[in-house]
């Protein structure tokens, strides 16, 4: 985690597409979720021909402000200076680069908006402390790209894993409706 970077989960994801198109899967369906979902709809926007649709759940489209929030000042300056902060929650315990922060300034959400072409289910829940989700509404809302749908749970929380079989069917129901998944054979 040290080396995290939103350039180079990019180029994760790039390395994959291109091993599955190598393999005659040219275009693929992406699922995120936080900063995973935040680094699909990237990838989205800067290679539209390779992706066919996103599913994201709480995408963190404004993960820098989060993260200088989280450390206030006085600890963002420390990050700075030494180059890392120990960051730690219910998942991870671990230490986090300076360098994340200078990557994320060269992705903000104002540059991504005009670029973001790709159908989408963004999945979001109110009681969220990692992302904000008034970040992923207004970006949903404002986004020149019309064929972005909104969930949003009143109660839910930043993983929404007390309701994996609801999500799954969102999901299934919102590519069924762009034509993007067939059904398959009845019972």
Not at 74 to 100: A, K, M, P, Y
Not at 141 to 156: S, Y
Request: aromatic share 8%; charged share 25%.
């Amino acid at each position: 985690m040290r080396g995290l970077t939103l350039s180079r989960n990019l180029e994760n994801v790039a390395a994959v597409a291109s091993w599955l198109e190598a393999r005659g899967h040219p275009r693929v369906c992406l699922i995120g979720s936080s900063m995973g979902g935040g680094t699909g709809m990237w990838f989205s926007a800067q290679h539209p021909e390779r992706v066919t649709a996103g599913l994201h759940i709480a995408p963190a489209l404004d993960l820098e402000s989060s993260l200088l929030a989280w450390a206030g000042a006085e600890r963002t300056r420390g990050w700075q200076e030494s180059g890392t902060i120990h960051f730690e929650n219910d998942l991870v315990s671990c230490e986090l680069g300076w360098e994340l922060i200078e990557d994320l300034r060269a992705h903000s959400t104002a540059q991504l908006l005009p670029r973001y072409r790709t159908p989408a289910l963004l999945l979001q829940g109110r009681f969220d402390t990692s992302v904000p989700w008034r970040a992923v509404v207004d970006f949903a809302t404002r986004c020149p790209f019309r064929e972005i749908e909104l969930h949003f749970f009143a109660d839910g929380d930043h993983r929404l894993t007390d309701r994996k079989d609801r999500l799954w069917d969102l999901m299934l129901e919102f590519l069924r409706g762009k034509r993007l998944l067939e059904d398959g054979p009845g019972p």
